[in-house]
């Protein structure tokens, strides 16, 4: 009986870390696809224009956006290097959505709400 209960909780464990990674992994999507977006609008970028210029096809760049893709590591780097931004500004979570809503809608008006 005892051996029953220490597998359940073992699998029980394994399958709650499981959930937490993929949430995790989710939350990451996300932040990449926000801070895209941001960065995208703010160098004046559109989806199309950063497929064709890394070679990517637009439904992959869409999907990157829009947090439902996993990039490689190769991939971010490419988008890093012709938006001319770190691959740390695309993985940190650096602002609430407030102030990206904020930042991206008035980009040139010299107020940030964001640090």
């Known amino acids: 009986m005892y051996e029953l209960v220490k597998v359940n909780l073992s699998v029980n464990m394994k399958i709650e870390t499981l959930k937490v990674n993929a949430i995790d992994g989710?939350?990451?999507?996300?932040?990449?696809?926000?801070?895209?977006?941001?960065?995208?609008?703010q160098k004046n970028v559109n989806s199309v224009e950063l497929s064709k210029e890394l070679g990517l096809s637009t439904g992959?760049?869409?999907?990157?956006?829009?947090?439902?893709?996993?990039?490689?590591?190769l991939t971010l780097l490419a988008i890093t290097n012709y938006l001319g931004i770190t691959i740390e500004n695309l993985l940190t979570e650096q602002h609430t959505r407030v102030e990206k809503s904020y930042d991206m809608l008035f980009p040139n008006i010299g107020l940030k709400l964001s640090q």
């Open 26 to 41: 989710y939350k990451k999507l996300n932040i990449i696809g926000t801070n895209l977006k941001i960065y995208m609008y």
């Open 60 to 73: 992959t760049v869409s999907k990157i956006v829009n947090g439902k893709c996993n990039p490689t590591i």
